[in-house]
């Protein structure tokens, strides 16, 4: 019997959805290799959330040995990385209070681009090759992205100083990947599970990946490039909370499916927060207390 070929060449997927498409052919035990196509988001080497995709993709090759690759809308999706709590973002100028967000023009997409709105802001959508060279012209006076270890990357710290945290948008961005759910379902248990533990598995190591290398990278950009990190304040903070309550909202009133999620998001937030609140939480604050971690 011939030895099974590893699939060398293959798409990679990456960023927010991945799309993976493919005949499965039967007996699946009996085939050498699973041909798949997978759409990539982010370019292919872009620090985890394009090397992550990559490391996915070996990852289940080698599981298996070079063989491969949600409901309502015919997709099968499950979680594939997380670049943890985002920065607030690059602004030009200090924001001590919500006013001066108005007629900000920030590049901040989605529903953070929603609540900025409703502080007065101007909303920009751009894509990340393009945020540079907009906030070099002045065209924008802020942006969000990622965090330090992928900010460094775009050189932003060029034209704007003040670096603020936490972000409010992206407090745990999940990277998803996407499958046909037919395709899915014609799979074995054993490729099902190979394929979720490839997922699983990268989840977590891109989460350990972005913890290792923010730190480093954000006391570079200070030490370097003399970027100046800022906190936004309760009065801003509060702002925002009351802003997102707005937005929420509306996205509640939109449909039965978006007032369903948020009400099953809300029940988890308040279960899983009570419980950080007494382990996590607690635990950094007197750990870095007792060592003098700041």
């Given at each position: 019997m011939k030895r099974r070929k590893f699939i060398k060449d293959v798409a990679v997927a990456g960023g927010a959805t991945a799309v993976a498409a493919s005949t499965f052919p039967a007996p699946a035990i009996a085939q050498s290799r699973i041909e798949i196509a997978m759409v990539a988001t982010w370019g292919r080497d872009f620090p985890g959330l394009g090397t992550g995709a990559q490391r996915f993709a070996k990852r289940l090759s080698d599981m298996t040995d070079g063989r491969k690759l949600a409901g309502s809308f015919g997709l099968k999706c499950m979680p594939c990385g997380n670049t943890g709590v985002q920065m607030g973002g690059w602004f030009r100028k200090e924001i001590n209070s919500p006013d001066d967000l108005k007629g900000l023009k920030m590049r901040i997409p989605g529903l953070g681009g929603d609540v900025m709105a409703k502080l007065g802001a101007s909303p920009v959508s751009l894509p990340g090759g393009q945020i540079y060279e907009n906030l070099i012209s002045g065209a924008i006076d802020a942006t969000e992205w990622v965090g330090p270890w992928n900010d460094s990357f775009y050189k932003f710290y060029e034209a704007a100083k003040y670096y603020y945290y936490p972000g409010m948008h992206e407090p745990a961005s999940m990277l998803a990947l996407g499958m046909n759910k037919s395709w899915w379902e014609g799979l074995s248990n054993s490729d099902q599970l190979l394929i979720k533990?490839?997922?699983?598995?990268?989840?977590?190591?891109?989460?350990?990946?972005?913890?290792?290398?923010?730190?480093?990278?954000?006391?570079?950009?200070?030490?370097?490039?003399?970027?100046?990190?800022?906190?936004?304040?309760?009065?801003?903070?509060?702002?925002?909370?009351?802003?997102?309550?707005?937005?929420?909202?509306?996205?509640?009133?939109?449909?039965?499916?978006?007032?369903?999620?948020?009400?099953?998001?809300?029940?988890?937030?308040?279960?899983?927060?009570?419980?950080?609140?007494?382990?996590?939480?607690?635990?950094?604050?007197?750990?870095?207390?007792?060592?003098?971690?700041?």
């Open positions: 533990a490839a997922a699983h598995t990268e989840n977590d190591v891109m989460m350990s990946e972005y913890n290792a290398k923010n730190g480093s990278s954000l006391d570079k950009l200070i030490r370097e490039q003399g970027v100046k990190l800022k906190r936004f304040n309760d009065d801003v903070y509060d702002a925002f909370g009351e802003a997102s309550e707005e937005v929420f909202d509306e996205a509640r009133q939109h449909s039965n499916l978006a007032n369903r999620i948020h009400e099953s998001f809300a029940k988890a937030r308040k279960d899983v927060g009570r419980w950080m609140n007494i382990s996590d939480q607690e635990y950094l604050r007197q750990r870095n207390r007792v060592l003098g971690v700041s």
